[in-house]
């Protein structure tokens, strides 16, 4: 019987607590400004500890590890402490930060597009791509547009947090999680 490795049950757990989050944040789009700094803080780091644990595992096994997961992770990582620290400059720096987390995040994401469509196939490989151009675009509409963020920024954060949340449970379940 094949065993599952860490890496499989992370992104499972990543998932689920990514599209729980989306729901709440839909439920109540106000409160993703305030309430939910913490929380979002938490799963920044979560997220940035998972980039960071890809990177050191591709770099043991291949020689070399996709930098841009480094510096996805140590940004979300910090991020994630920036929020849970300052939570009332974390309302006003949401509009900003997590533009920048969605595209640090998405090319991170794209960046291991080739590991993904030889271990989970094209339909995995498609399934991402889309997601993270998606969550480009959205990033970008955000930095470009601050107004449209501040006011739909609890419906863009929640609609992006649960395609991230599908992609990574789908991640977790398909031969990527596999040795």
Do not use: K
Request: hydrophobic letters at 60%; one cysteine or more.
């Amino acid at each position: 019987m094949r065993r599952r490795s860490g890496f499989g049950w992370l992104e499972l757990v990543i998932g689920i607590l990514l599209i729980v989050l989306g729901v709440f944040t839909f439920a109540n789009p106000g409160f993703a400004l305030t309430g939910l700094v913490a929380l979002f803080g938490a799963i920044a780091i979560v997220m940035g500890v998972a980039d960071i644990v890809l990177y050191v595992r591709v770099e043991r096994f291949t020689g070399f590890g996709p930098v841009v997961s480094l510096i996805s992770g140590i940004l979300s990582v910090m991020s994630g402490f920036m929020l849970l620290v300052y939570p009332n400059a974390g309302r006003w720096g949401l509009s900003l930060l997590f533009p920048i987390w969605f595209i640090a995040h998405c090319i991170s994401r794209l960046s291991q597009l080739n590991t993904i469509r030889f271990h989970a196939g094209s339909g995995m490989y498609y399934f991402t791509l889309v997601v993270n151009i998606i969550g480009l675009i959205l990033g970008s509409l955000m930095i470009l547009r601050p107004v449209i963020s501040i006011l739909s920024i609890g419906w863009i954060v929640g609609f992006y947090l649960i395609l991230l949340g599908v992609d990574s449970i789908v991640l977790a379940v398909s031969n990527m999680g596999r040795r």
